[in-house]
């Protein structure tokens, strides 16, 4: 059962346009939102993360927006360049033992930004 | 810097045998993770650990098992591979206190099981 479902898979870009991401969730314990990007190679980092009582972060040219309604939340990248080519992933998490947050991932979304 | 390292980049292992994939972090983390990635299906955990010699079933545990004999190194133990545990396999680590919800990853495990 897929807790987080991130969609598209794959989405290719011009440079200077935008990019974005969606996911969605079901499990209403989820209390924050980040998202993280990975290079070929490399583990994931954290890019940017929203807790729910705010509908919008902006960081840079990335901003999440966040529906608690609709249990939805997506990732903008304004003005797409090049070295913004990466696997982005959308998670959720909870509190768990010992007060862990256990991260709930999406599927990934593989971003190609064209020169 | 956090620094999570992972004991080897590549790894080539037979069916039935004991694999160990070992993760260090140097940053004094109470938890610390290994999830699977595999294409299409995202980062799946599968075990957690919040303090020494404790540990904590994720959404996939079964055929794994996991070692935390001290706070800094993580094991991940794949009793008798199998083929269908080919995979990527990432450590994290993040540290316990309010508003820090960060996981911090090592560059990852590529295990291929023949």
């Known amino acids: 059962q897929q807790q987080v479902k991130q969609s598209p898979q794959s989405l290719i870009v011009q440079k200077g346009g935008i990019s974005i991401i969606n996911c969605a969730y079901e499990n209403t314990a989820f209390d924050y939102f980040p998202w993280y990007q990975q290079f070929p190679g490399k583990g994931p980092a954290l890019l940017i993360a929203i807790r729910p009582d705010v509908s919008e972060k902006k960081e840079g040219r990335f901003t999440i927006s966040f529906n608690k309604s609709a249990k939805q939340f997506s990732l903008h990248i304004m003005d797409s360049q090049p070295g913004d080519s990466a696997t982005y992933f959308c998670?959720?998490?909870?509190?768990?033992?010992?007060?862990?947050?256990?991260?709930?991932f999406g599927s990934g979304t593989q971003l190609t930004v064209l020169p | 810097d956090v620094k999570v390292t992972q004991s080897s980049r590549y790894l080539v292992k037979r069916t039935g045998e004991k694999v160990f994939l070992e993760c260090v972090q140097d940053m004094d983390h109470e938890n610390m993770f290994w999830y699977r990635q595999d294409p299409g299906l995202g980062l799946r955990l599968i075990y957690f650990?919040?303090?020494?010699?404790?540990?904590e079933k994720g959404d996939i545990p079964e055929g794994y098992s996991v070692s935390r004999e001290k706070k800094e190194r993580f094991s991940l133990i794949l009793e008798s591979a199998s083929t269908n545990q080919t995979s990527m396999y990432l450590c994290a680590s993040s540290l316990v206190s309010s508003g820090k919800y960060e996981q911090y990853f090592g560059p990852g495990t590529r295990l291929t099981v023949t």
């Open positions: 650990s919040y303090d020494v010699k404790m540990k």
């Open positions: 998670a959720a998490s909870q509190i768990s033992s010992g007060s862990a947050r256990q991260l709930t």
